[in-house]
T-cell receptor, first 115, second 111 residues
Framework: EAGVTQFPSHSVIEKGQTVTLRCDPISGHDNLYWYRRVMGKEIKFLLHFVKESKQDESGMPNNRFLAERTGGTYSTLKVQPAELEDSGVYFC?????????????FGAGTRLSVL | RKEVEQDPGPFNVPEGATVAFNCTYSNSASQSFFWYRQDCRKEPKLLMSVYSSGNEDGRFTAQLNRASQYISLLIRDSKLSDSATYLCVVNGWYNNNDMRFGAGTRLTVKP
């Protein structure tokens, strides 16, 4: 069974440009999460989808970030325009809540470098 | 105070050593607790869930003390392949899907 896949694995862009990250969750997982890790800091929650609906986007830093999950399958996270402080590793995770436990499985991440 | 606090290390231990990691969390309402392992430039992978009664999986033992809001991970008979960053993760901060991460503890096991 395929795990969570993310594309691209690495993106280098200039300040002011737009970047779109993609995440394909594990098939059948209704929950999809985006996280970010900036250098030297802990992984931080950005937002959570249940199927195609945004359940919680309290972690989104500002309105330059837009996440979508059309059809409740894969998700995209767009940063427009990118700023230097957006550099970091963006992780996607998915889960299917069973018996009250929510075990999240992570993708390998997209390393974003804004120059 | 950080939401989830871990000793960043690094811990450098010889093969065969026993090493323990500690973690504290600030929200007493948290529901679920996990240890994840992350290798360099890889995704975090679930190592084990942590249950109130404590649980063991081979060489790994996890303990939870809700009263002290403290979680631990013990690794016995360390292997070279145990070298990684260990993340303490607390779920249920405000809801069942709200995960909070520690910054991780770096472990290097040397021959």
């Amino acid at each position: 069974e395929a795990g969570v896949t993310q594309f691209p694995s690495h993106s280098v862009i200039e300040k002011g440009q737009t970047v779109t990250l993609r995440c394909d969750p594990i098939s059948g997982h209704d929950n999809l999460y985006w996280y970010r890790r900036v250098m030297g800091k802990e992984i931080k929650f950005l937002l959570h989808f249940v199927k195609e609906s945004k359940q919680d986007e309290s972690g989104m830093p500002n309105n330059r970030f837009l996440a979508e999950r059309t059809g409740g399958t894969y998700s995209t996270l767009k940063v427009q325009p990118a700023e230097l402080e957006d550099s970091g590793v963006y992780f996607c995770a998915s889960s299917q809540t069973t018996s009250g436990k929510n075990i999240q499985y992570f993708g390998a991440g997209t390393r974003l470098s804004v120059l | 105070r950080k939401e989830v606090e871990q000793d960043p290390g690094p811990f450098n231990v010889p093969e065969g050593a026993t090493v323990a990691f500690n973690c504290t969390y600030s929200n007493s309402a948290s529901q679920s607790f996990f240890w994840y392992r992350q290798d360099c430039r890889k995704e975090p992978k679930l190592l084990m869930s942590v249950y109130s009664s404590g649980n063991e999986d081979g060489r790994f033992t996890a303990q939870l003390n809700r009263a002290s809001q403290y979680i631990s991970l013990l690794i016995r008979d360390s292997k070279l392949s145990d070298s990684a960053t260990y993340l303490c993760v607390v779920n249920g901060w405000y809801n069942n899907n709200d995960m909070r991460f520690g910054a991780g503890t770096r472990l290097t096991v040397k021959p």
